[in-house]
Structures are given as structure tokens and as C-alpha cells.
């Protein structure tokens, strides 16, 4: 399914999926994800609206404008809306579920097309942000991918749904879904795959789980901190622990669900401020969200490093048991827009369930992450792994969901290499002036403070041998030099009058080197990829089969 060029969502941004519904065609852009019907827009979500100049920019559809919409036929009545994401925000939209047809553009053949394609058609109503002010209308909607029945009935009437009425017209070999949802911001282009997946979106080991008629989930064991190479941002290389970290409830793990449609990392509070408590962050009560402090010297060399959020996962399908995935922190960078705030803010995406929703995996970790099911009624599976980063091929290798799992030979890091700036110097900030020296760094930082380094040097002839291997840890690590000199200690008298004089030293607070930005990337389409003349409403690229 061909990306469109066009991205969206004032939280993103977004990469999107150009369809068409109804005769004649009305041409929408889509999020992909989410299951049974697909949410659309129509016109009336913009009236009354305060934010009529961004709605409706993804497109909108009128069954009154289509000989094929069928409103009628289901006459269930329901409730209004009150999540677009699985629980994870809050709104009061007016829906409708009604059929028509859908196309899906094809860059080399006739449209594929799904007749009596099921629809939950948004009427009157509005977002919120979450301390409940400032109603606003949905961007987008979204392309649903599926669901454990082959159809979606009400009142006996059934609708089709996606890849099982693809796969029924033998349009599709299999009722699956290969997903990744890539980065417009670093030109990891969208991968979305109906009867397979592209092999090239899969690294490492892959996990299989079992799916039972729930939203996908799995259990989350930690969440760490680390950095792939060069010197590492943090006073530690790596972290792990930090799900639990100050939260004694959590003991061993925490059940969460993988979802296309929740935009963040939707974790325990206690999580999301314990991975804030690295960074140069600052909470804002108003969004539920922490945003980068980008006049921090550190933002830049931070979010340009190779470091990364580590995911691990119980996978029993796994030889080893566990499942690590890793987002680098160039994808936790996103950008709030209107009309969540006033002008363009750069925010870290972690936020507890807001609207009763589950703890979620949503779009923020699948840039990183590819996820596939296997709608099959008597054996339904869905998949997860490591994805790569842009530094990977733009040629889709079209492969069918099979045991063994066939993905890339190309590692993570190779993926990102070109696309990050590792540390080879830090800053050293003096807390009284707030000047600032360079200084080199061979190892990653550990903090030690100037007088501990000056009084290394100094000592007997007697114990100089000594106090230059004392000398080397004390400079390469704090706690390095604690044990040495406790190990030195009882040796030498001389080495603890120097480890007094130390201790009377003031600390240091270390700081990074700003690294210089990297040259900018365009999102580009796989070389096979052709765009198709654009007009208002949008209307759709190319397709490759």
C-alpha cells in the first residue's frame, strides 16, 4: 500500500496511506492501523468547528456524493465516540456505520478494490486535550488492518474488512499484515504490506505471540537506557531497571499492547518520569507531556547521539526468552503543532493512559519496531521486531509469513550510522562561572571532579607506581577509583591523606559537546515509486505491487 507524500497529525508528524471510497471517488489519507472498521471523516466533523483551516486537510468523504455508499442497510444505532486511539485521548464524536467501496491505488494495474467495505463514518464533534480544554477536530482517520472474524456483521448484514476480503477474492494469498510505521522527520518511509511483508523492515530474532481476540499484547519486562557507541550522554553507558524504578507495585513486568493508533509510549508515570529524569526535559501539565528542553546544552548532542530507549519483551517463542527493541532518542524528538499548542514545540512522547486506555506501544516505538498478524481464525499470530533505521535499502523484498521468519541480514547499528552523531568529547561546565572548557574523553564519562583528578598525582615515590594505576581508574571512573583506593588503602599512609584532600575538592558537573547537525534528509518513495498528479481533494501516488 503506496504512502502518500503528504504527512499530518499535530503530534508527529505522520506518514499517511492514499485510498479512495465511494463512486465516484473521494480521495482520503489515512493513518494505518486499528481493527474491524476504519474511522473516516466526513464534512460534517468540520462544522461548528473553531479549526476549520486545518480540518478536513487530509481529506474528507460524503456518502450523499456516492452511488455505491450503502446508509441504510445498518440501522444499529451507536454511541458516540469517545476515543479515536484506544483509550489513549479524549473525545465526543457523533458516529454512523454505514458500507461502500474502497480502492486502493496500484502504480501498474486497475485499483484493487474492496466492495461493501465497513465504515465508521465521524459526524459533529471534537478532541480534547487532556485536562479537558481546548476542543479541536481529528486530523485524520485511519485504515483499518483487519480483525479475528473474516467479516464484520450487524443484524445480519455483513461488511468486508481489509486483507480477509482481499484474501477470499484471491487477491492476496494470505489474510496478514506486515506494518512498519517508519519517520517522515528522517525519511524512513512508511512500509505497509496486506498478504506478506517486506523483509528488508526485519531485524534480528522475531517474536511470535498467540492473538486472543485482543488488542496485541505482551509482556514489557524493563525499559534501559543505553548508547550504541562513542561517548554516552548519560553518566552510565547503560541503564537497566528503569520500568520499575520507583514503583515497588511493579515486580516483574507489565502487560502492554502494540497499537498503530496510539500516537505515544503510554506507560506508568512513574516509567515515563524515571527515563525523564535523564534528559533535558520539563513536564507541562497542560498536554500530559515532556517537552525537550532545546536551549539545554545537551538537547542537541542527546538527540543526535547513538543513545536509545531499550524495550524488553517476554518472548517464549525465543530461544533466549527475551525480546530487546531499541529506539534511538532521534525518534523520541517529535513535534507538538497546532492546534495542541501555538507554535511548533519539540516533545519527548511518554505519557500515561489519559482516557481509561491500556498501557500502549503506539506509533512513537513502531518507527522503530515492525509488527505483522496472522489473521487466520484457527491459528491467528502476530509478530514483532527490531526495524531498521534510514540507512537501509529503499527496494521492498516482498516475502510470505512463514516459519522460519525470513528479515534482513543488516545489523541495527549499520541502519543508523549515517544518521547520528556519536560523542567523542564532552563539555565540562564550571558551576561557579558557568564557563565552559573542552575536554577530551577516551571512555564515557563518569563525572569525577577536578581536585580528585589533580590528587591522583601526588604521593610517595615509594607507591608511584601505584598511584599512576590508581590515577587511570580515577579518571576513566568514579567508582573505579572508590574501589582502588579502598584496595590501595592499607598499602600506602600516603595515599589516604590524597584520598582526604580529594574529598575536600568540589564536583564537577559534566556536560556534552554540541554536536554539528547532520545534513538534512529528504523522505523519498522506493525508486519504483511514481506520483500521480495532485489535485484537491488529495489525490493518490502510485502503487507498486
Known amino acids: 500500500v503506496l504512502p502518500s507524500s503528504n504527512t499530518y497529525g499535530p503530534d508527529g508528524p505522520w506518514q499517511t496511506v492514499n485510498v479512495s471510497i465511494g463512486t465516484p471517488p473521494q480521495y482520503v489519507q489515512l493513518l494505518p492501523g486499528g481493527y474491524w472498521a476504519s474511522v473516516i471523516l466526513s464534512p460534517d466533523i468540520c462544522k461548528e468547528n473553531t479549526q476549520a483551516q486545518i480540518c478536513g486537510t487530509s481529506g474528507l468523504y460524503d456518502p450523499v456524493d456516492s452511488e455505491s455508499a450503502d446508509t441504510e442497510s445498518i440501522r444499529i444505532q451507536l454511541p458516540d465516540l469517545g476515543s479515536l486511539d484506544g483509550g489513549q485521548s479524549q473525545a465526543n464524536i457523533s458516529i454512523q456505520q454505514i458500507m461502500d467501496t474502497l480502492r486502493i491505488p496500484d502504480a501498474l494495474e486497475s485499483p484493487t478494490v474492496v466492495q461493501n467495505f465497513s465504515i465508521k463514518l465521524l459526524g459533529r464533534g471534537s478532541m480534547t486535550l487532556p485536562d479537558g480544554s481546548a476542543g479541536y477536530p481529528p486530523q485524520l482517520g485511519n485504515l483499518a488492518l483487519g480483525a479475528p472474524n473474516i467479516k464484520q456483521t450487524f443484524d445480519n448484514i455483513s461488511t468486508n474488512l481489509i486483507p480477509s476480503a482481499l484474501n477470499l477474492s484471491n487477491q492476496i494469498s494470505s489474510n496478514t499484515f506486515g506494518l512498519h510505521v517508519g519517520s517522515a522527520a528522517l525519511g524512513i518511509p512508511l512500509s505497509l504490506w496486506l498478504g506478506g511483508y517486506d523483509s528488508s523492515r526485519v531485524l534480528g530474532p522475531v517474536s511470535s505471540q498467540r492473538y486472543f481476540g485482543d488488542p496485541c499484547r505482551v509482556d514489557l519486562l524493563d525499559v534501559g537506557i543505553g548508547v550504541d557507541n562513542g561517548i554516552s550522554p548519560f553518566p552510565f553507558v547503560e541503564k537497566q531497571g528503569v520500568l520499575q524504578q520507583g514503583n515497588e507495585s511493579i515486580s516483574d513486568s507489565i502487560q502492554v499492547s502494540i497499537d498503530p493508533l496510539a500516537p505515544y509510549l503510554h506507560l506508568p508515570q512513574s516509567a515515563c518520569d524515571a527515563i525523564a529524569s535523564y534528559l533535558p526535559v520539563t513536564y507541562q501539565n497542560k498536554h500530559k507531556l515532556y517537552f525537550w528542553n532545546t536551549d539545554d546544552p545537551r538537547y542537541e548532542p542527546l538527540v543526535k547521539s547513538p543513545s536509545y530507549l531499550s524495550f524488553t519483551f517476554r518472548a517464549t517463542s525465543l530461544p533466549q526468552a527475551e525480546l530487546t527493541i531499541k529506539v534511538p532518542f532521534r525518534l523520541l524528538n517529535l513535534t507538538l503543532q497546532a492546534p495542541l499548542i501555538d507554535r511548533p514545540t519539540q516533545y519527548f512522547p511518554c505519557q500515561s493512559p489519559q482516557a481509561g486506555g491500556l498501557y500502549t506501544l503506539g506509533r512513537a516505538f513502531l518507527q522503530a519496531a ?176
Open 370 to 545: 515492525f509488527l505483522g498478524i496472522n489473521w487466520d481464525q484457527d491459528n491467528a499470530i502476530w509478530w514483532l521486531a527490531q526495524a531498521p533505521g534510514p540507512d537501509t535499502g529503499r527496494t521492498p523484498l516482498q516475502e510470505q509469513f512463514a516459519d522460519p521468519f525470513r528479515g534482513s541480514t543488516a545489523t541495527w547499528s549499520d541502519s543508523w550510522k549515517g544518521h547520528w552523531t556519536p560523542l567523542s568529547q564532552k563539555i565540562s561546565t564550571d558551576s561557579s562561572t558557568g564557563s565552559t572548557t573542552m575536554t577530551d574523553a577516551a571512555t564515557p564519562a563518569s563525572g569525577l571532579s577536578t581536585g580528585a583528578k589533580a590528587g591522583i598525582g601526588v604521593g610517595c615515590a615509594a607507591a608511584a607506581a601505584l598511584v599512576a594505576v590508581a590515577g587511570l581508574y580515577f579518571y576513566r571512573s568514579r567508582a573505579r577509583a572508590r574501589r582502588a583506593t579502598k584496595m590501595h588503602l592499607q598499602q600506602a599512609a600516603e595515599e589516604k591523606r590524597i584520598k582526604e584532600e580529594e574529598e575536600l575538592k568540589g564536583p564537577q558537573i559534566p556536560f556534552m559537546v554540541e554536536a554539528a547537525d547532520p545534513e538534512p534528509v529528504e523522505m523519498t518513495h522506493r525508486e519504483m515509486f511514481q506520483e500521480l498528479p495532485g489535485s484537491t481533494p488529495p489525490q493518490p501516488p502510485p502503487k507498486q505491487r
